[in-house]
């Protein structure tokens, strides 16, 4: 595969396979397990590919163990690949160059870089320094994100007397010093509340918007990959299965709508075969499976031709799904 | 160059800061810290009241060796124990990942991290110890004993060091390190009393095997003007090649951690 100058993260046939070795219980099992130990290779990625330009925001998606932090780690070069190649701006994640290490960043959800005892800022001029900044372009950037994050006075409290939310923000701070251009997020909005949750991801697309970088994130909120993410990436047991704008995903995981219609009075059902597949009809109340396409027309012609009391259009949240799709173990 | 000075610089203030933070904690460690320079000292009187010979040692001279053995204590508390303890945690808290995606030498961040200003005293303690014992066994202190000398206890603690750091990465495969602080203790105990003064088979092995010998008793004859240019040649050797095989071992060890781990 030729890399494409438009392309930032090239990721082809990326596979990575754990060695590991099951031991039976009991003492036997033990005794068995020391001297003939059976290993074998249990794929935690196989064969994905994609590519990905300067400037996308891409959400990861799967159910817990799908591979998704495997991947990630594998983009950012914490994680050597069994197989395949990655490719991120030019650089081959796995050895870890200075230039690239400058490139990006890292942020875990349920991991923390901060000094638990100092506050906030204490890490960040160690972090400045790690990185080459001087003081005074430390500061100017700092000042720049603090006040994009609203993080005023916490900065300078020790971190432990942060709450989650704050935490995290002065985390993401952090990470972004040194103007990385490709952000990896692992669950970055992981046990926030709800509000806190919606300011790092309005945050997340405003450094988008502003700074161009390209934004990677897992998460298991249906939410922030809809607010952030016009293309998902959907991983199950290991492998890529979705790749795509997220309405097409929608539509694809199911193309019709439920439209509910109370009527003021009975009518026959020929006169609904044209608008829908009737699944319900019922006196006054009418069910119909309208194909996402039409349902702007069906809905207005049925306003026009009907005399109706209530309109009630169903159409099952992306998350339930998602949801849904990852317990059946539907892959096409 | 520049940078990795700087970061040591604020690795370290950052830890003053952190040990700061809890005040009675800081007292508390100063009074233990006191205690241990009081037992120390104490040990150090049973040798003036014994007013034996160690070996072919006067109690002038094993005087610096204790003193020698004090200064890498307070050394080890200062910077390896701090440190070096902590890889362990940085592997099953996952937290090493940060580091190893900092643009910074992952060992250089690993080792110097941290820095007890308990130990300290310590050190100013046990290098008093060697000047005055060796003034008091006659040393004229050369400018050559004393660059010798420096070099030396360099050599001491780079093995010591390297040997420390070795096993403290280990726990990237065994996650949970043995006890192996205790049997580093222990080693550096050995080197409390000159080399001479165990049996041959143990100095063979504290020499060659484990090499206590270059902990504390070659730095102590370096500053009594008594140590042979051939040992301090073969120490450089065997220091560097200890550094090395750390860093080597180190790289191999992350290559194990990145292809196995999740």
């Known amino acids: 595969m030729h890399n494409n100058p438009s392309d930032l993260i090239v990721v082809d046939q990326l596979s990575k396979y754990y060695r590991v070795a099951n031991k039976q219980p009991g003492f036997k099992g033990t005794l068995k397990h020391f001297f003939d130990r059976k290993t074998y290779d249990v794929p935690a990625v196989t064969d994905i590919s994609f590519k990905i330009s300067p400037g996308e925001v891409v959400g990861f998606l799967g159910a817990n163990g799908a591979g998704k932090t495997t991947l990630l780690k594998m983009m950012c070069g914490l994680i050597y690949p069994s197989k395949g190649l990655v490719d991120v701006g030019g650089f081959s994640p796995q050895r870890r160059q200075t230039a690239f290490l400058k490139e990006i960043t890292l942020v875990m959800g349920q991991k923390q870089q901060l000094i638990w005892d100092l506050p906030p800022m204490d890490s960040l001029y160690v972090n400045a320094a790690i990185y080459g900044l001087s003081d005074h372009e430390a500061k100017v950037r700092i000042n720049e994100l603090a006040e994009m994050l609203e993080l005023g006075e916490e900065l300078t409290r020790p971190v432990r007397k942060l709450s989650l939310g704050q935490r995290m923000k002065s985390e993401i701070l952090a990470a972004l010093l040194h103007k990385p251009s490709v952000l990896f997020l692992d669950e970055p909005t992981l046990g926030l509340d709800v509000n806190a949750q919606a300011r790092v991801r309005s945050f997340l697309s405003e450094y988008n918007k502003r700074t161009g970088a390209t934004i990677l994130l897992t998460s298991h909120y249906m939410a922030d990959i809809t607010a952030l993410c016009p293309r998902v990436i959907c991983i199950h047991k290991g492998k890529l299965f979705y790749d795509g704008d997220l309405d097409s995903l929608a539509n694809s995981l199911s193309p019709s709508r439920e439209v509910k219609v109370e009527l003021k009075n009975p009518c026959a059902s020929e006169q609904f075969e044209k608008y829908g597949e009737i699944q319900d009809l019922n006196d006054r109340f009418v069910c119909l499976l309208v194909s996402r396409d039409k349902l702007t027309d069906v809905v207005s012609n049925l306003l026009t031709d009907f005399d109706i009391i209530d309109l009630e259009i169903s159409d099952p949240p992306i998350d339930e799904l998602i949801g849904e799709l990852f317990i059946k173990g539907k892959v096409n | ?262």
């Open chain 2, 1 to 262: 160059m520049q940078r990795y000075f700087k970061t040591i610089r604020l690795f370290w203030s950052t830890a003053f800061a952190s040990q700061l933070e809890y005040q009675l904690n800081f007292l508390i460690e100063l009074l233990a810290m006191l205690g241990t320079l009081l037992g120390s000292v104490f040990i150090l009187s049973l040798f003036f009241t014994g007013g034996r010979q160690l070996g072919d040692w006067t109690w002038e001279s094993a005087l610096v060796i204790q003193g020698v053995y004090t200064f890498l204590d307070g050394l080890t508390n200062a910077l390896l124990r701090p440190n070096l303890t902590e890889i362990v945690n940085y592997v099953r808290e996952g937290t090493l990942d940060y580091v190893l995606l900092k643009p910074i030498d992952s060992q250089f961040w690993l080792s110097v991290k941290k820095f007890s200003f308990a130990g300290l005293p310590e050190i100013i303690l046990g290098l008093s110890i060697v000047f005055w014992a060796a003034i008091q066994s006659g040393s004229t202190f050369s400018i050559y004993a004393l660059f010798v000398f420096i070099i030396s206890l360099l050599i001491g603690f780079i093995i010591l060091y390297s040997v420390w750091f070795l096993i403290s990465a280990s726990s990237i495969w065994f996650v949970k390190t043995w006890n192996a602080t205790e049997v580093l203790r222990a080693l550096l105990a050995a080197g409390r009393y000159p080399i001479s003064a165990y049996p041959v088979i143990l100095r063979f092995i504290f020499t060659l095997v484990l090499p206590v010998a270059f902990l504390t008793t070659f730095p102590a004859e370096a500053i009594l003007g008594e140590l042979k240019f051939k040992i301090l040649f073969f120490g450089l050797i065997l220091s560097s090649l200890f550094f090395i095989f750390s860093r080597l071992f180190w790289k191999f060890a992350l290559k194990h951690y990145t292809s196995a781990s999740s």
